[in-house]
């Protein structure tokens, strides 16, 4: 088998793609991590996947921040919507909170644009809400499920940004989103709590207590992206180290994949 | 003996997760708890240690790669757990019911963090674990709520810190993912703790960048100088991702 060779036939066929890889030596690199003989054995496999981790290192970085962007624009309207309907948040702390959180989702729209630049998707016409303004504690429920499934996102996407590179340390920039978000997220759970929801700052099982159920439910593919009462983490159930489904549920809060979030969020969006 | 010492130190990490990291300096605040026999053998163990490494006084080195960011997580964790169970084995004075309920919780999340990366590593990576750290606390009064609430929120926010700043040395995308899944229930719990000393401070402008809407990253040596007043091991990190 001659690779040489093969890669000249797709620089003929696909000369955009091959502009797009850095250099020959990206996809030997790949190859050689291989071992030489499971190199040969899978050459033709291992090209195209090396091609696709290529490509997705050009590409893939923009449509995970504009994804981002679409949930953080909607988080910002969201509160925008609640602060300026008179007499929905209770004057004083709650108030407050509201206003601090409303301030990190404008901040991270900012930053999000700033990165994107010139590709830096446009904020959609306009998000329907619903019912969510009715009354305070629906307000607070919408809140809860936002932040929550917030959360999941970003987290989902984590691997997708390593593996495009993790250029201008993007990485570390969505995670330290992600815990900002996860922070609004606890507080707003204690709100409820205070408005009496009975329920702690952190996920039990996949127990939505009025929030939208699907928040917490599994994603795709839910071996990756199981439910918020999953129990098993890197191939160990952890219940078997003494500890009850609902401990170990709340320890880790899981991922969710964008399609199962573009289900959830999608409805809110006018177009 | 030393045979003998080694599956001692593996039950600590498996069959007495409360007890794992709590050694022979705070064994006795510990048995007063009401741990119970698994703490008793493991009191044998802790004595029959003093004949190969004197507790406190080693060096631990994290080692390199992502079973370096593991050990880090897992010292991390260690500290964080231990901190806890002293909390609900010797609570504050004017600790509320609900108070009792959530740091109960936190206590029970912190230990499966670190039962879960003894566990991890042993697999990935076996006899590569680190050895339970010897905490030291004297520092903190743990009869005060102020005082417990105080270093709550520091080892909350630098376990925060921590996970988002080691997220970028994480070679593994499956690791990456299990580190996100940690370092948002860390966040619930600095919000949460943070609210309980000032209610609304659970992202306030000194912790969440009130510019760039950002929580804080921290690099390995930044966390580890936070973190090793608190360890009687010198804890070196300088390979950890590498």
Redesign the interface.
Known sequence: MNLFHILSELEKVEPETMAKLNSRRDIFSTLASMGKKAALAAAPIAIGSAFNKALAGTKDVFDVFNYALLLEYLEEDFYAQALAKAGLIPTGAPTSAIQLIKKHETAHVTLLKGALGAKANPRPKGFDFGPAFDTYANFLAYAQSLEDTGVRAYKGKAGEIKEAGNPNNYLTVALQIHSVEARHASHIRAMRRANGVMQANWITNAEANGAVAAVYGAGKPATTFPSEANVMQAGVDLTTLGYTKEQVSEAFDEGLDQETVVGIAGPFIMS | MSKVLHSGEEEAG??A?LTAPIQRRSFMMYTGAAVGITALALSGCDDDEDNNVTPGAGTVDLGSGDVGVLNYAYALEQLEAAFYAQVIATPYAGISADETK?MT?IA??E???R??FK??ID?AAPGKAIQGLTPDFSKIDFTSRTSVLTYAKTFEDLG?AA???A??L?KD??Y???A?????????????IR?LIN??D???DDI??????????MEVADVLKAAQPFVKETISGSNVGK
């Open positions: 498996f069959a997760p959530y919780a029970k999340h230990a499966i963090h039962d879960f566990k991890a697999t925060v996970y988002n700043g997220g970028k994480i995308t499956n990456l993912l299990i996100g899944k940690i370092v948002s229930v860390e966040a619930r719990h600095a919000a949460y609210d209610n609304g659970f992202a306030s969440v960048d009130p510019t760039t809407g950002l929580d804080k990253a």
